[in-house]
């Protein structure tokens, strides 16, 4: 008799704090059947161009700027404040509701035909659809199908087109914030620190990914 284990049916399970201290990852996801992003690549995109993602997805209604200086009021707040948890995530949601159709129609265009899931799986381009030199073809092979995966699963439901939106700007929310945190880490506790705050972002993007990819797997 084939021996089976409860661990196939688990899911991942993320836990916040106002800190961050406490996010933890009991299990790791299994893969999408469709990567909409390659998550070490995209942490590897420089904060001011991150910058200028957020701002093209959200018409500048969310920037480093902004983030920063919630991150700065967040800090002389009182930690204790129940409101903290949710800010990040509150000002992604506030943005998208802002947005009008037309709004959302052209960030998911810079999405699906633009070179903003380039950027998510380390591709450079030499502009329009050439990749450069430099980047693998595994890597731009895979961005071209996670493009081609979320202008299919939208054909099905519009629906997809702001979660997709709304999923992608939180991304570069979380690449702005893993830049800022890293740039208050000292050079002696660098090591110990870096491993803590990029695995910190990791499990964050994986959480904000779960929700978009089984809408496009289940399109598929």
């Known amino acids: 008799m084939p021996l089976t284990t409860s661990l196939q049916h688990e899911e991942v399970e993320v836990a916040y704090s106002d800190d961050h201290d406490s996010l933890s990852q009991s299990h790791v996801p299994a893969p999408p059947l469709v990567p909409l992003l390659d998550i070490e690549a995209a942490l590897e995109i420089p ?74 799986f380390g591709v450079e381009s030499n502009g329009g659809l050439k990749r450069s030199k430099s980047t693998s073809e595994i890597a731009f092979n895979a961005a071209k199908a996670a493009k081609q995966a979320l202008a299919g699963a939208c054909i099905s439901s519009e629906h997809i087109k702001k979660l997709a939106v709304e999923t992608y700007v939180r991304l570069f929310e979380i690449i702005i914030q893993f830049h800022l945190d890293l740039e208050n880490i000292g050079f002696i506790a660098w090591c110990v620190k870096h491993q803590k705050i990029q695995g910190r972002a990791v499990a964050e993007i994986q959480q904000v990914f779960g929700p978009l990819n089984e809408a496009v797997a289940s399109s598929i």
């Open 47 to 120: 904060k001011d161009v991150a910058d200028g993602y957020l701002i093209l997805l959200t018409g500048g209604t969310i920037s480093a700027k902004t983030i920063k200086e919630k991150k700065t009021q967040k800090d002389v707040n009182d930690k204790k404040s129940s409101s903290k948890s949710s800010r990040s995530s509150s000002s992604t949601a506030a943005a998208a509701a802002s947005m009008v159709v037309s709004d959302i129609q052209f960030a998911f265009a810079t999405l699906s035909d633009g070179n903003v899931i380039d950027a998510a």
